[in-house]
């Protein structure tokens, strides 16, 4: 059940771009996506809700494809601050709070 | 200020002692839940709350028991510590169980 996230890692200078996979074999209420940076706690960045509803922060987008249970999280023009691990996180219909994360993706931004 | 805080941040003990961590949130939510985020990073639920009612239950070993005096408060208990049980533990709330969830700032447990 749980997601599968890809890739596991990605290395950017700043200002490049980056897409961030989200994917389950199950079918979806919503996709979580979260950022932690080392040592801290993770961070809320955006939902995406079955139907196409969508709340997050207007510096970061990302698109959920319902039919394939898919989800990409965009970062665009990469800051030294987008340096963290970013973790999906599905929860099926239905069920109650039960976030089921991936394994993460950790981004290195460099200057 | 702080949204959802736990107590204490850090937590060195021995195996076979029991210790517990509080969390506690002041957002008004309805559910809290307890995450444990191991060397590897990956982070799995433990438990969930909906008012003062269990609702999720991962197959967790039973020396770990939440314990929820009201809303804004869902403890952790931990009985008879191993080494395994070394992680760090984030709780976190939510309202109505689907919404983003707000994570506390962790308790880091080391278990010698």
């Known amino acids: 059940q749980q997601p599968v996230q890809s890739p596991q890692a990605v290395i950017l200078r700043e200002g490049e771009d980056a897409v961030i996979n989200c994917s389950s074999s199950k079918a979806l209420y919503s996709v979580h996506w979260y950022r932690q940076k080392h040592g801290e706690a993770p961070v809320f960045l955006m939902i995406l809700l079955k139907g196409g509803e969508q709340k997050g922060h207007d510096k970061i987008s990302a698109s959920f494809n319902e039919k394939k249970q898919q989800s990409s999280l965009y970062l665009t023009a990469s800051q030294l601050s987008y340096s963290g691990t970013y973790f999906c996180g599905t929860l099926r219909g239905g069920s109650q709070g039960n976030l089921i994360f991936g394994k993460g993706t950790k981004l290195s931004v460099k200057p | 200020d702080t949204a959802v805080s736990q107590t204490p941040k850090y937590l060195v003990t021995q195996m076979g002692n029991d210790k517990s961590i509080k969390c506690e949130q002041n957002?008004?939510?309805?559910?809290m839940y307890w995450y444990k985020q191991d060397s590897k990073k990956f982070l799995k639920i433990m438990f969930s709350?909906?008012?003062?009612?269990?609702?999720i239950n991962e197959t967790v070993p039973n020396r770990f028991s939440p314990k929820s005096p009201d809303k804004a408060h869902l403890n952790l208990h931990i009985n008879s510590l191993e080494l395994g049980d070394s992680a760090v533990y984030f709780c976190?709330?939510?309202?109505?169980?689907?919404?983003?969830?707000?994570f506390g700032p962790g308790t880091r447990l080391l278990v010698l």
């Open positions: 709350y909906n008012n003062k009612e269990l609702i």
């Open positions: 976190a709330s939510s309202q109505n169980g689907k919404e983003t969830q707000y």
């Open positions: 957002l008004g939510h309805d559910t």
